[in-house]
């Protein structure tokens, strides 16, 4: 995959963004195109490739509408763990299958494969563009809820100091709702403080 290709990059962005239109409500696609757009300018500010995070983050929601049907498919033909498939992980699932569906039909490179998989509930090894698009994802909203307003301009700043405080945010709301934090993020979160 040539993204120095202005014609190649183009037309692959072209294309992600027809299969969102045709696959995701179009609440979720303004939210893609809000995501890649910082993406962009995340990874502008923190020296990786703009173009890829672009389309990362435009294409990181492409399995967020998928049928049970699809997801089952998805997990059968790339031998995910079938435990993806309960109740409880509901809401993350998109991540795993995004993740192998945008290595089928975009060839993305691994990392940006990655990416899109932690983009949920991160992992303690992220590397600085699979956090890229995890604080793309919170701040490519059109209305941030008030804990989180001042997110953009700390991942502006400081990457890790962004995920940490949205991490801690995420807790205490969850922890409000009585949803225990993934032990995944916990990780993260620790690794996050123990930097500081």
Known sequence: MDLTNDIFYNELIEKIKKDLKERVKEKRYNHSCL????????????????????ITGLAHDIAKDFTDEENRYFV?????????????????????????????WYDFSDEMCRAI??????????????????????????????DLKGLPEKSYNNLDDALLYFLIKQKIKL????????????????????DK
Request: hydrophobic share 35%; with cysteine; charged share 30%.
């Open 35 to 54: 995501v890649a757009e910082e993406a962009k300018k995340l990874a502008e500010i923190y020296g990786e490739n703009p173009r890829e995070a672009y």
């Open 76 to 104: 059968e033909k790339y031998n995910l763990p079938k435990e993806i498939l309960v109740p409880e992980y509901e809401k993350i699932l998109h991540s795993d299958i995004g993740a192998v569906v945008c290595k089928e």
């Open 117 to 146: 998989k932690y983009h949920t509930i991160g992992n303690a090894e992220m590397t600085t563009f699979e956090k890229i698009i995890y604080i793309a994802d919170k701040i490519g909203r059109t209305i941030l809820p008030d």
């Open 175 to 194: 922890e409000e709702s009585g949803i225990k934090q993934s032990d995944v993020t916990i990780k993260l979160m620790n690794s996050l403080k123990g």
